[in-house]
């Protein structure tokens, strides 16, 4: 494991897939006018600075969740958050890679 995959950067593919498999959902944590200007079909958007207050939410969901946002820096933190709250989650870093490897 390198130091990019120890810190949620690395080449997740087979983990994306997986969580897919499994009816994971894709949380764009980017801003309501960044996602507007694109984002991953089907993706749920909830920005980053509102997360917090959308936790509940999230749970009723009772589906793993991939964080995606434009670089990964802010998906890596909503990943932080959600896992410490009981929340099945991975990084899967900015939101065109990631709909690459979908």
């Known amino acids: 494991m390198g130091?990019?995959?120890m810190l949620g950067f690395?080449?997740?593919?087979n983990e994306i897939n997986e969580f897919i498999t499994n009816g994971a959902i894709?949380?764009?944590?980017?801003?309501?006018e960044e996602f507007k200007e694109g984002h991953i079909k089907g993706?749920?958007?909830?920005?980053?600075?509102?997360l917090n207050g959308k936790l509940a939410e999230i749970?009723?969901?009772n589906k793993p969740v991939i964080a995606c946002c434009r670089?990964?820096?802010?998906?890596?933190?909503a990943t932080s958050i959600l896992k410490q709250?009981?929340?099945e989650c991975i990084n899967g870093g900015g939101w065109m890679s990631l709909e690459g490897k979908l």
Do not use: C, E, F, Y
């Open 59 to 61: 749970k009723k969901w």
């Open 43 to 50: 993706a749920k958007n909830i920005a980053l600075h509102s």
């Open 10 to 13: 690395g080449n997740k593919t």
């Open 85 to 87: 709250n009981g929340i």
């Open 71 to 77: 670089s990964g820096m802010r998906s890596a933190q």
């Open 26 to 32: 894709i949380l764009d944590v980017r801003t309501p």
């Open 3 to 5: 130091l990019l995959d």
